[in-house]
């Protein structure tokens, strides 16, 4: 089911595509000109139908993705498929007449529950349907750790590549835990890396560079 999201001045998550040669560096649209996020499809061991949520900021400058069951984990309980799960993201976004955009950078937050000698790894993928070009970034944790924990990707502004005047592309952004037990006792104890909260606080923050084309 689609879902129809407005956001205005965005600033967005951390990608890479050609940038157009008449696409010049601008300020975001006016708050009248919106920008729409449509939820093409949310699918992925981490994020089950009805468990990703995407709401946006009051002053239209983010949006930010809740999970509600995203936990990597290995231990006694843990299924053999549990040490990884993911999320793909696709997403319609249209911008206001004149304007391109690229991907700037994004917030992961999370809890990090790990034994001494075990490990984990939060990672994610940027990219525009139809271009080779993609963004990776990855961020690594150690045991032990027993904390809440926030990871940004950022793309330097001399860097940013922008999705090409006039095209119309779904935007995926495709997201990934994996916890290894390294040589913790993985019989005996549990080890897990979430982006998910039963309060709901736990969320991803992505945000957007504008251009205007000429």
């Known amino acids: 089911m689609l879902r129809s999201i407005t956001a205005g001045t965005a600033l967005l998550g951390a990608l890479a595509v050609s940038a157009p ?6 300020f975001a649209p006016n708050n009248d000109k ?31 993705v809740t999970y509600s069951t995203y936990t990597a984990l290995v231990g006694p309980t843990a299924t053999p498929l549990d040490f990884r799960k993911n999320c793909q993201l696709v997403l319609n976004i249209k911008v206001p007449g004149g304007f ?3 991907i700037a950078s994004a917030d992961y937050r999370g809890y990090a529950s790990l034994r001494n000698g075990a490990y984990g790894q939060q990672a994610a993928n940027y990219y525009f349907q139809g271009h ?22 950022k793309v330097a ?10 095209e ?5 952004i495709n ?11 993985s019989r005996k104890h549990t080890s897990f890396l979430s982006m998910d909260s039963t309060d709901a606080a736990i969320n991803t923050l992505y945000r957007v560079a504008w251009k205007k084309c000429y």
Request: glycine residues 6%; proline residues 6%; charged residues 20%.
């Open 100 to 102: 391109t955009f690229a």
């Open 157 to 166: 502004i001399t860097a940013l590549n922008y999705l090409p005047c006039g």
């Open 132 to 153: 080779s070009q993609t963004a990776r970034s990855e961020h690594n944790f150690k045991g032990p750790m027993e904390d809440s924990w926030q990871r940004t990707d």
């Open 21 to 26: 040669a008449q696409a010049q560096p601008e």
């Open 34 to 64: 919106m920008m729409v996020i449509d939820v093409v499809s949310a699918n992925g061991s981490g994020c089950p139908s009805g468990t990703a949520q995407i709401q946006v900021s009051p002053d239209y400058t983010a949006f930010t």
């Open 168 to 172: 119309r592309k779904y935007l995926n």
């Open 175 to 185: 997201t990934e835990l994996r916890v290894n037990r390294g040589s913790s006792d």
